[in-house]
C-alpha cells in the first residue's frame, strides 16, 4: 500500500489515456479464477457434490486448504452436514482435521455441535480434536430468541400482511418485501425457510435484532420489531418509499455539490451517531445501496442495513481490532479490510469517501473495473481520479484525507460533519440553485 500522496497515484480511465494501471493482466485473472474456484469448492462441498469436489481438487489440489470469510474450510462445512464421501475425498487430498475458523472451531466439534455421529468418528480416526471457543455457531442448547425474555417488539407474524407485497431486495439468506403491519407499509428481511435451522444464520440474525434495538436516529433506519419464536424468523423495518441511494445515482447521474452534501451530510449524521464512543458500532458495509432515501423528494437520508455491523466496547479511542477480512462491498472496502490487517471504525469513512466520489461523479469508483479487481487497486495504493466540475478544492481535500492509505490520517465523521457544514456555506450560488432542480 502506498504511504503518499493518494492524488498523485490515483488511477485514470485507461482508455483515455489518464495515468493508471495496466489492463488487468493474466496474473489478475488467474487470481479472480482462484477466489471464483473458492466459492465452488466450497459451493460444492456444502451440495454434497463429491464428484465436484473431487475434480476440483484433481485440476489444483492446494483448493483443499481454501476458506470462506469465516475462515471455514470445505471440512468444516462437510462435517457439519454430515457428508461422509465429501470429507473421505477432502481428507485424501490432504485437508487439516483440525483447522480451525473464525470461533476456532474445529470440523470435529461442528460435526459434535450437529450430532453427525459417523462424522465424528470418521474425523477421530483421522486424528481430530474437538475444540473451539464460546460464541460458535454451534451450541450444544437450542439457538435463543435475541434477548432472554419476550420483548415488546415480538410481532406476531399473523400481524404482518404479505397479500400485496412486493420484493424490493434479496441476498443471500433470504429476500426484503414491501409488507402491510397494523394498515402500515414496513420492510421485511425474511430469512429462507430452508435456512431457518442454520445456527450460523440464526446467530447472524439475532446479531442485527439485538444492535437495531440500540438504535435511535433520525438517519437511521426505524427498528420496528421482530419475528423471533416462530419461522421464517423476520426482522421489520420502516419503510422508505425513495428506494436507495444507488438506484437514484443511476437514475440521476452525477449531482449539483450542493445536493451531494446535503445527502453526505444526512450520512454523517447517522454515522457519527454509530461511531459514539464507547459502544461504537462499525457498519462495515456502507454503499450507496445501504443508504435510503426517506421519499421521493430525495430530501432525507437513512443508514440501514446492519447485518455485517460490529458493536465494540472501546477500551482506548486509539484501539483497533482483529476482524474479519474482506468483508462487506469490494468497490467501496477499505484497504486493510481487503488485505485481512487489524482496522477500526475508520473503514467507514474510507467507505463514506468512496460514496461522496460517486455522488459527485455520477458513477461508481473504479467504474471500469470489477469490484474484486478495484479493491485489489485500492489496495496498492491508487485511488479514483477526480474529474467532476462539482469537486471543489475542500470536497477534494476532504475526499482526499477521507481514503488515505494510512487509517490514522483519516478524519472521524464529527470532523466530516463540521467541514461539510462549513463547505456548505462557502458554496458558489448557482450551485445551490442549480441543486434545486437536481434534487
Given at each position: 500500500?502506498?504511504?503518499?500522496?493518494?492524488?498523485?497515484?490515483?488511477?485514470?480511465?485507461?482508455?483515455?489515456?489518464?495515468?493508471?494501471?495496466?489492463?488487468?493482466?493474466?496474473?489478475?485473472?488467474?487470481?479472480?479464477?482462484?477466489?471464483?474456484?473458492?466459492?465452488?469448492?466450497?459451493?460444492?462441498?456444502?451440495?454434497?457434490?463429491?464428484?465436484?469436489?473431487?475434480?476440483?481438487?484433481?485440476?489444483?489440489?492446494?483448493?483443499?486448504?481454501?476458506?470462506?470469510?469465516?475462515?471455514?474450510?470445505?471440512?468444516?462445512?462437510?462435517?457439519?452436514?454430515?457428508?461422509?464421501d465429501v470429507a473421505m475425498c477432502l481428507i485424501e487430498f490432504g485437508a487439516d482435521v483440525n483447522a480451525q475458523d473464525r470461533w476456532k472451531n474445529t470440523p470435529l466439534a461442528d460435526a459434535e455441535g450437529a450430532k453427525k455421529?459417523?462424522?465424528?468418528?470418521?474425523?477421530?480416526?483421522?486424528?481430530?480434536?474437538?475444540?473451539?471457543?464460546?460464541?460458535?455457531?454451534?451450541?450444544?442448547?437450542?439457538?435463543?430468541?435475541?434477548?432472554?425474555?419476550?420483548?415488546?417488539?415480538?410481532?406476531?407474524?399473523?400481524?404482518?400482511?404479505?397479500?400485496?407485497?412486493?420484493?424490493?431486495?434479496?441476498?443471500?439468506?433470504?429476500?426484503?418485501?414491501?409488507?402491510?403491519?397494523?394498515?402500515?407499509?414496513?420492510?421485511?428481511?425474511?430469512?429462507?425457510?430452508?435456512?431457518?435451522?442454520?445456527?450460523?444464520?440464526?446467530?447472524?440474525?439475532?446479531?442485527?435484532?439485538?444492535?437495531?434495538?440500540?438504535?435511535?436516529h433520525p438517519n437511521i433506519v426505524q427498528f420496528l420489531g421482530a419475528v423471533t419464536e416462530k419461522k421464517p424468523l423476520m426482522l421489520i423495518t420502516e419503510y422508505l418509499r425513495g428506494g436507495d441511494l444507488h438506484q437514484y445515482?443511476?437514475?440521476?447521474?452525477?449531482?449539483?455539490?450542493?445536493?451531494?452534501?446535503?445527502?453526505?451530510?444526512?450520512?454523517?449524521?447517522?454515522?457519527?451517531?454509530?461511531?459514539?464512543?464507547?459502544?461504537?458500532?462499525?457498519?462495515?458495509?456502507?454503499?450507496?445501496?445501504?443508504?435510503?432515501?426517506?421519499?421521493?423528494?430525495?430530501?432525507?437520508?437513512?443508514?440501514?442495513?446492519?447485518?455485517?455491523?460490529?458493536?465494540?466496547?472501546?477500551?482506548?479511542?486509539?484501539?483497533?481490532?482483529?476482524?474479519?477480512?474482506?468483508?462487506?462491498?469490494?468497490?467501496?472496502?477499505?484497504?486493510?479490510?481487503?488485505?485481512?490487517?487489524?482496522?477500526?471504525?475508520?473503514?467507514?469513512?474510507?467507505?463514506?469517501?468512496?460514496?461522496?466520489?460517486?455522488?459527485?461523479?455520477?458513477?461508481?469508483?473504479?467504474?471500469?473495473?470489477?469490484?474484486?479487481?478495484?479493491?485489489?487497486?485500492?489496495?496498492?495504493?491508487?485511488?479514483?481520479?477526480?474529474?467532476?466540475?462539482?469537486?471543489?478544492?475542500?470536497?477534494?481535500?476532504?475526499?482526499?484525507?477521507?481514503?488515505?492509505?494510512?487509517?490514522?490520517?483519516?478524519?472521524?465523521?464529527?470532523?466530516?460533519?463540521?467541514?461539510?457544514?462549513?463547505?456548505?456555506?462557502?458554496?458558489?450560488?448557482?450551485?445551490?440553485?442549480?441543486?434545486?432542480?437536481?434534487?
Amino acid at each position: 500500500m502506498s504511504s503518499g500522496n493518494s492524488s498523485s497515484s490515483s488511477v485514470g480511465d485507461v482508455a483515455s489515456g489518464e495515468r493508471g494501471p495496466p489492463p488487468p493482466s493474466s496474473v489478475k485473472q488467474k487470481e479472480k479464477a482462484r477466489v471464483s474456484r473458492t466459492s465452488m469448492i466450497l459451493w460444492h462441498a456444502h451440495q454434497n457434490d463429491a464428484a465436484a469436489v473431487r475434480k476440483l481438487l484433481e485440476e489444483d489440489p492446494s483448493l483443499v486448504h481454501a476458506r470462506d470469510y469465516d475462515s471455514r474450510t470445505s471440512l468444516h462445512v462437510a462435517s457439519l452436514h454430515g457428508w461422509i464421501d465429501v470429507a473421505m475425498c477432502l481428507i485424501e487430498f490432504g485437508a487439516d482435521v483440525n483447522a480451525q475458523d473464525r470461533w476456532k472451531n474445529t470440523p470435529l466439534a461442528d460435526a459434535e455441535g450437529a450430532k453427525k455421529h459417523a462424522m465424528i468418528e470418521l474425523l477421530k480416526s483421522y486424528g481430530g480434536l474437538s475444540y473451539g471457543q464460546n460464541g460458535s455457531h454451534f451450541e450444544p442448547k437450542p439457538v435463543p430468541p435475541p434477548l432472554p425474555n419476550k420483548c415488546d417488539w415480538e410481532i406476531d407474524p399473523s400481524e404482518l400482511d404479505f397479500s400485496n407485497s412486493a420484493i424490493i431486495g434479496k441476498g443471500s439468506f433470504g429476500e426484503i418485501l414491501k409488507a402491510y403491519w397494523r394498515g402500515t407499509p414496513v420492510a421485511v428481511k425474511r430469512i429462507l425457510p430452508s435456512l431457518s435451522d442454520d445456527r450460523l444464520v440464526i446467530q447472524d440474525f439475532r446479531h442485527e435484532v439485538n444492535l437495531l434495538v440500540k438504535l435511535r436516529h433520525p438517519n437511521i433506519v426505524q427498528f420496528l420489531g421482530a419475528v423471533t419464536e416462530k419461522k421464517p424468523l423476520m426482522l421489520i423495518t420502516e419503510y422508505l418509499r425513495g428506494g436507495d441511494l444507488h438506484q437514484y445515482l443511476k437514475e440521476k447521474g452525477a449531482l449539483s455539490p450542493s445536493t451531494a452534501i446535503n445527502f453526505a451530510l444526512d450520512i454523517a449524521r447517522g454515522m457519527t451517531y454509530l461511531h459514539n464512543e464507547p459502544n461504537v458500532i462499525i457498519h462495515r458495509d456502507l454503499k450507496p445501496r445501504n443508504v435510503l432515501l426517506v421519499n421521493s423528494n430525495a430530501d432525507h437520508l437513512k443508514v440501514g442495513d446492519f447485518g455485517l455491523s460490529k458493536l465494540i466496547k472501546v477500551q482506548n479511542s486509539h484501539d483497533v481490532y482483529k476482524m474479519t477480512g474482506e468483508t462487506g462491498s469490494y468497490r467501496y472496502m477499505a484497504p486493510e479490510v481487503f488485505k485481512h490487517r487489524k482496522y477500526d471504525k475508520k473503514v467507514d469513512v474510507f467507505s463514506f469517501a468512496m460514496i461522496l466520489y460517486e455522488m459527485l461523479e455520477g458513477e461508481p469508483p473504479l467504474a471500469n473495473y470489477e469490484p474484486y479487481e478495484a479493491a485489489k487497486i485500492v489496495a496498492e495504493g491508487h485511488r479514483p481520479t477526480f474529474r467532476a466540475k462539482g469537486f471543489t478544492p475542500e470536497l477534494r481535500e476532504l475526499t482526499d484525507q477521507c481514503w488515505a492509505p494510512d487509517m490514522n490520517r483519516r478524519p472521524s465523521f464529527l470532523d466530516i460533519l463540521k467541514r461539510l457544514e462549513k463547505i456548505k456555506e462557502i458554496l458558489p450560488a448557482d450551485h445551490s440553485i442549480r441543486s434545486i432542480f437536481n434534487a
